[in-house]
């Protein structure tokens, strides 16, 4: 279930925000907002987002069954890019995995949260149990906003994936339980 886009929003500092699913015609401007995201982050993405070829790749491979991206736009800019990946069989078809990325300059206003939210309520709607992220152990900035944004973690499998710079790090596991927790039975 996809809930009815685009919706307008407005961030702590006052800006105004329409959220919206990606579409094939966001393929430039999307490169264009993973080229602003500083190396030090892009370090330790799973994809080499600098790379056209992979938001290209992204764009052909787009179907909504899949992966459920959700954008943030200020002024018809992409400033924030969330996205929601299932899988409809097989053991893990009640877990979701959530990817996060906010353009620097909008950081700390409220919109990884609010992105959070909309791929939250997607998740539901598609009866998901569970929401993963995934992340490098020397991610510590993300790693605390993930904290706070409901996500706890789970399993740390150490010196398991490489960076974009070829180095070993620790792949950490967090996870946001989706289930209401149920009413104390009272007798
Ligand atoms: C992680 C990220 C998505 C957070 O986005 P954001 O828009 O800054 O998030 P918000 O402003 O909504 O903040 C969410 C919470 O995290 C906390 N937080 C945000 N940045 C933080 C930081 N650098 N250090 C510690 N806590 C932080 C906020 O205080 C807030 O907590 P609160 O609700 O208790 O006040 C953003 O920093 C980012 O894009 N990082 C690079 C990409 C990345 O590493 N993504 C993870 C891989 S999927």
């Known amino acids: 279930m996809v809930k009815h886009y685009p919706k307008h929003e407005k961030l702590r500092d006052g800006t105004e925000v329409v959220v919206r699913l990606m579409v094939k015609e966001d393929q430039g401007a999307l490169s264009g ?24 790749a992204w764009v052909d491979g787009l179907n ?12 018809g800019k ?12 097989g053991w893990a078809r009640h877990v979701g995995t959530v990817r996060l990325v906010i353009d620097p300059d909008y950081r700390e206003k409220g919109l ?6 909309e791929l939250v309520d997607m998740a539901k709607g598609l009866k ?36 974009q710079a070829g180095r070993p790090q620790d792949l950490v596991i967090m996870i946001r339980d989706l289930m209401e927790t149920p ?5």
């Open 183 to 187: 009413e104390p039975v009272s007798f």
């Open 64 to 75: 909504y069954d899949r992966v459920l991206p959700v954008l943030a736009l200020s002024d």
């Open 33 to 56: 907002f993973f080229q602003k995201v500083p190396q030090e982050d892009r370090l330790f993405f799973r994809d080499d987002v600098a790379d056209p070829a992979t938001i290209r």
């Open 112 to 117: 990884g949260t609010l992105l959070i939210g």
């Open 128 to 163: 998901l149990e569970r929401l993963v992220v995934q992340l490098m152990g020397t991610q510590h900035a993300a790693l605390s906003a993930f904290r706070h944004l409901g996500f706890e973690r789970e399993a740390i499998v150490y010196q398991h994936v490489k960076d």
């Open 78 to 89: 992409v400033i924030g890019d969330g996205t929601l990946h299932r899988r409809e069989r």
